[in-house]
């Protein structure tokens, strides 16, 4: 059976964490990669690999076949001029993305 609210609440963290990754991931000339377990280990146990596959889909990542979904890459907009390897820890991203985790998922 499922969980409505618990099913909307986890719908909203996808949201937010995919607003914070686009936040990060905003120059369409460049290409990005970042790896499934550097996002998902920001997010609560039990809904973590949900809210990270559907998180990185948002934002136009997919995962890397030859990799087993290891790491996810986003293509450039337009002409490809960098690749950049994300890194949560820049700017405290992973801090925003746990932080928009306690609040939303923590209370649910």
């Known amino acids: 059976m499922c969980n409505c609210s618990q099913l909307g609440i986890e719908t909203l963290l996808v949201e937010e964490v995919a607003a914070i990754l686009s936040d990060y991931c905003d120059e369409e000339e460049t290409a990005y990669s970042i790896e499934f377990l550097d996002l998902r280990v920001c997010l609560p146990d039990s809904i973590a690999?949900?809210?990270?596959?559907?998180?990185?889909?948002?934002?136009?990542?997919?995962?890397?076949?030859?990799?087993?979904?290891?790491?996810?890459?986003?293509?450039?907009?337009?002409?490809?001029?960098?690749?950049?390897?994300?890194?949560?820890?820049?700017?405290?991203?992973?801090h925003l993305?746990?932080?928009?985790?306690?609040?939303?998922?923590g209370y649910a």
Do not use: M
């Open 49 to 94: 690999d949900r809210v990270t596959h559907r998180a990185l889909r948002a934002c136009d990542f997919a995962p890397d076949t030859e990799r087993d979904g290891e790491v996810w890459h986003k293509p450039p907009v337009g002409k490809w001029r960098h690749q950049h390897d994300v890194d949560l820890t820049h700017q405290d991203y992973d």
């Open 97 to 105: 993305i746990t932080i928009a985790s306690k609040n939303i998922w």
